[in-house]
């Protein structure tokens, strides 16, 4: 019996080998080819993807403020809002915040809507700054799909 059982050992083994190498390169080539399939199918996804737009570029028509005396009246100047390409962002809302910054005598918080041209202007503004030194108005832009910016700082120097 046990030779018989060596003999059976035996031929299952070559049978397994043979097993193993024919069935080796089919499990390969089903590997390969969903491989393949999932390359195709994210690189044909991510075709499609557009690169998102964003603020580029927020400038101001005063590169800083002067003042004289611990507050001043009726500073004025526009702030122009662009994408990443220099097109205008119409509708972006800018706000303004540092120095005591207000409209008039309100004290409410200064902010506006930039036009067709990517432009926001704002007049009658009262800038307070009772040290000496700079003090800056920051400049917070937030457009729909373009997000937000906060760069752009105004110095205001007594």
Not at 141 to 150: M, Q
């Amino acid at each position: 019996m046990s030779k018989m059982m060596a003999y059976a050992k035996k031929k299952l083994r070559k049978l397994n080998r043979k097993g193993g190498i024919e069935g080796l390169p089919m499990e390969l080539m089903i590997i390969v080819v969903i491989a393949a399939l999932g390359t195709a199918v994210l690189v044909g996804w991510m075709g499609n993807i557009e690169t998102p737009e964003t603020i580029g570029h927020v400038d101001s028509s005063v590169d800083q403020i002067v003042m004289t005396t611990d507050k001043n009246t009726n500073v004025s100047f526009t702030i122009t809002v662009t994408d990443t390409s220099g097109d205008a962002i119409p509708n972006a809302t800018v706000v303004l915040t540092g120095c005591n910054v207000s409209k008039g005598t309100s004290g409410a918080t200064v902010y506006g809507t930039t036009n067709s041209a990517g432009q926001a202007s704002f007049t009658g503004l009262s800038i307070q700054k009772t040290t000496s030194g700079v003090g800056y108005i920051n400049v917070s832009v937030s457009a729909g799909d373009y997000g937000e910016d906060s760069s752009l700082r105004i110095p205001v120097v007594r």
